[in-house]
Every structure is written in C-alpha cells, then in structure tokens.
C-alpha cells in the first residue's frame, strides 16, 4: 500500500463528498460479459476520452491499486483507486484515494431480461477548494454528468460489438 492510501486515510477518503454523480446505460449483453468488461481496468483507456488506465498494485481485484491518468492539453489529472469491493458479476466499489480526487465509487451491473444489462457508475467525490469549491460543483456537476454517460455509451457501444473485453 502507498502513503497515500494508508488504513486511516482510506477510511477518510472512503466517506462520501458532496459531489456526487451518477450515469446509466443498458447494454444488450449478459451481465456477467458486462461485468467482465467493466473488471478490465486497462481497457477503460478505450472508452474513457483522453485516459489511460493501468493496473498499478495486485491484479485488478479487490485490494489492487489502479491509476487514471486524463490528459487534455496541458492539464494532467492524475485518479488513483483503491478497488475495495468485487462482487461479481454485480458490483465493484473504489475509493478514489489520491491527492486531488478523494471518496468512494461504484460500478453496478444488473442482470435485465432478455440477456441484456444495467449499468450504473456512481461517484461521491470530495470536492478540493473548500466552500469555493462547493459553490462551483452545481456548475461543474452537468459536464461531469455528461462525460460520465458518454463514456458509458461507449463502453455499452464496444462492449456489444465484442470489442470488450
């Protein structure tokens, strides 16, 4: 486990912030093939614009320490997550644990009829800046909301043309 992430600072970081947000898709496949796509950390880099994914700790499961580095322009920002729960083929908790980005995430995947899947991505993010930085979340809350649901479509996108996992 890095510094940053030590028990008690992944305790603090796991309680949820103030900016929340939550994106939704239905994917024409079963869910245990979602939930597999979803599991591959790496392959995130093909669905979420301007990312790269990569497993840093363990093997992608529980306990691993996976990194998220978005570059647009000049501005890097780096997500470091701890996975912390794995329930396949159902839902994957985080918490995001890094300098900037802090609080705990989820990926839900729900069975549907007719072999098709709900996915749910949720974030409850500690918003940086103080009081500022509250102020200015229900102005900076639509473009998150909206990248969150286009990469999802994405995701639902190549996941149904077998180009996921």
């Known amino acids: ?5 030590t028990p008690d600072d992944l305790r603090e970081a796991a309680q949820p912030g103030a ?15 979602v ?6 950390w790496e392959r995130q880099s093909d ?11 363990g093997d992608g499961g529980e306990g691993s320490l996976i990194e998220a580095v978005t ?8 997500d470091e997550m701890r996975v ?3 329930d396949a083929p159902y839902e994957i908790g985080v918490v995001h644990c890094g300098k900037l980005l802090r609080g705990p995430g989820v990926l839900r995947c729900t069975p ?21 930085g509250r102020v200015a979340w229900p102005v900076l809350w639509p473009g998150s909301k909206f990248s969150l649901t286009q990469a999802l479509r994405r995701f639902a996108r190549q996941v149904e043309q077998g180009r996921l996992p």
């Open 19 to 33: 900016g929340e947000v939550t994106a939704t898709v239905i994917v024409n496949a079963p869910a245990e093939h």
């Open 84 to 86: 912390v729960r794995v």
């Open 35 to 40: 939930f597999a796509a979803l599991l591959a």
């Open 47 to 57: 669905w979420i614009p301007f990312t790269r994914v990569r497993v840093v700790e």
């Open 71 to 78: 570059t647009l322009g000049p501005a890097v920002l780096r």
């Open 1 to 5: 486990m890095s510094e940053a992430d």
């Open 112 to 132: 549907l009829a007719n072999g098709r899947s709900q996915v749910v991505w949720h974030e409850w993010f500690h918003v940086p800046g103080g009081t500022a």
